[in-house]
Every structure is written in structure tokens, then in C-alpha cells.
């Protein structure tokens, strides 16, 4: 089993930058996807950003298209965890940030909910205009 979890969310002004961290712990596994979904009230689940490595360990990150240029997502592999940098935080960027990753093998950088085995519980993100 992996548990994962999630920090950094909080209330921001629009225009302000968070930082959300996603830890990885339990059984060992090989962290091929770790990805980023939101979801707001009354909205579906939707993909944010995720980074895959493949077996030459490169790294490929993809990230939806409303957060191009605003958000980053990186990986520290030696602590099992994952950041999301949020800058130019936008009001309609509130919503429930939740952290998954693929456990298998992967090839690509998936953007369906039901690619993802294991989901962290959640961490607020709240951005004022």
C-alpha cells in the first residue's frame, strides 16, 4: 500500500504563489507517474499537471492548458515526494488539489483520474480576487 500526503494549501490573493508538497510512504515502488488533480465544488475531478520518468530516468512533465505557464510541478525522487509551484494564483484556481501517482509501469504522462492507483486526501487551495 502507498499512502500519500499532501501540504501547502491555504488562502491566497489573486496574483500570490503557493507551494503544495506530495509525500510518498509505504511500500517501496517506483514513482513513474506523480500527477496533480483539482476539483472544485460542484465540478469533476480534473488533471492539473503530472511528471513521468522513463528508463533512462528522464523526465517528462504535461500540464493542462490553464495552468501553462503559471504552475510547475517537480520531483525530489530521493524523498519520494512531489511539488506543485502555483504562481499568478487565480480565483478560479480554487478548488481541492489531490496528489496521485501511477504505481505500474507507464509509458507517457496520463490525464485520467482512472490511470492513477493511489490518491493522497486532499489539501485546499483558496484563492481570493
Known amino acids: 500500500q502507498v499512502q500519500l500526503v499532501e501540504s501547502g494549501g491555504g488562502l491566497v490573493q489573486a496574483g500570490g504563489s503557493l507551494r503544495l508538497s506530495c509525500a510518498a510512504s509505504?511500500?517501496?515502488?517506483?514513482?513513474?507517474?506523480m500527477g496533480w488533480f483539482r476539483q472544485a465544488p460542484g465540478k469533476e475531478r480534473e488533471f492539473v499537471t503530472a511528471?513521468?520518468?522513463?528508463?533512462?530516468?528522464?523526465?517528462?512533465?504535461d500540464y493542462a492548458d490553464s495552468v501553462k505557464g503559471r504552475f510547475a510541478i517537480s520531483s525530489d525522487n530521493a524523498k519520494n515526494t512531489v511539488y506543485l509551484q502555483m504562481n499568478s494564483l487565480k480565483p478560479e484556481d480554487t478548488a481541492v488539489y489531490y496528489c496521485?501517482?501511477?504505481?505500474?509501469?507507464?509509458?507517457?504522462?496520463?490525464?485520467?483520474?482512472?490511470?492513477?492507483?493511489?490518491w493522497g486526501q486532499g489539501t485546499q487551495v483558496t484563492v481570493s480576487s
Open positions: 496521485a501517482c501511477v504505481s505500474r509501469g507507464y509509458i507517457g504522462v496520463p490525464k485520467t483520474t482512472g490511470a492513477y492507483d493511489y
Open positions: 511528471i513521468s520518468r522513463s528508463g533512462d530516468n528522464t523526465y517528462y512533465a
Open positions: 509505504g511500500r517501496s515502488f517506483s514513482m513513474n507517474v
